[in-house]
């Protein structure tokens, strides 16, 4: 796929993060683009193929339009842009009394995305990923990655969708319709791989993350799962037996985290006590 060459005048910075930046078009509301950093070129191509597949399958997110290139080398991928739109985290954060509705419907969405089934030669498995994030950490030392490398074998398979990256902020509504966006980590396999983010962005994240990344406090990301597990797993089951279930699962999240940020995260590191 040849990447398409844009003019970044045309456009105005609306967020950022690890990977890049995101961009909406200062003439076309309809636009927004999303930048890799310098040196990213093939990310973003697999990205934008990542997209269309999971756009195809019929889960709810912004069509992908196209691969693009600065003037300055910056790859990247243009969608259609879901106007008058808002985060479940940025809502949560607006209006907290609303946290009950905004935790459910969440769930919702996310036990709709986890009964999507998908063919498991067009995406990754979930442990095939995990398998190689573990052999490429430098941080763990070989019997921890041993006895990580055993809990992730042993997870129950499934040929079930996985948004990859199942942040409260990666789910948007406008109106009454609802968008996953960010699956450039999409895959298949056990949900609970997908809910351990969940559970690491609502309790184990500090207090200052939470606010600058999700607009609220702690204590409020805390209400948003206690409302959100029994949502999704039923209200006959206790939270902390659905916690103690999950914990070890967002643990394993320090693998993307520690990719991303090159440094030990010895917060995320405690939720693998039962594993290591």
């Not at 998908?118 to 190689?132: A, P």
């Not at 209400?223 to 039923?234: H, S």
Request: glycine content about 6%.
């Amino acid at each position: 796929m040849k990447a398409i060459q844009i003019d970044l005048s045309d456009y105005e910075i609306s967020g950022g993060g690890f990977n890049g930046e995101s961009y909406n078009h200062k003439h076309d509301p309809s636009i927004m683009l999303k930048l890799y950093m310098p040196g990213k070129i093939q990310q973003p191509l697999d990205e934008m193929e990542l997209a269309r597949k999971v756009y195809e399958l019929g889960i709810p997110t912004p069509e992908p339009g196209e691969y693009v290139v600065t003037e300055d080398g910056r790859y990247g991928i243009r969608f259609h842009r879901i106007m008058n739109k808002k985060s479940f985290s940025r809502a949560t954060g607006d209006e907290p009394e609303k946290v009950e509705k905004y935790a459910s419907e969440f769930a919702q969405m996310c036990k709709q995305l986890h009964a999507v089934h998908v063919d498991t030669k067009q995406f990754e498995n979930i442990k095939d990923r995990y398998m190689r994030l573990l052999e490429q950490n430098p941080f763990f030392s070989v019997p921890e990655k041993d006895k990580i490398a055993r809990f992730i074998s042993d997870a129950p398979d499934a040929d079930t969708a996985i948004h990859g990256d199942l942040q409260y902020s990666n789910a948007i509504f406008s109106g009454d319709k609802k968008y996953f966006i960010d699956l450039g980590d999409f895959c298949y396999g056990y949900n609970m791989f997908d809910l351990g983010m969940v559970y690491l962005c609502c309790c184990l994240s500090s207090e200052e993350f939470i606010s600058e990344t999700f607009h609220m406090p702690k204590s409020l990301a805390g209400r948003f799962w206690a409302f959100f597990a029994p949502a999704y797993f039923g209200s006959d089951i206790p939270l902390p037996e659905i916690t103690e279930q999950v914990r070890p699962y967002a643990g394993l999240k320090t693998l993307i985290v520690e990719r991303d940020s090159g440094t030990p995260m010895p917060e995320f590191r405690a939720a693998l006590d039962t594993i290591l």
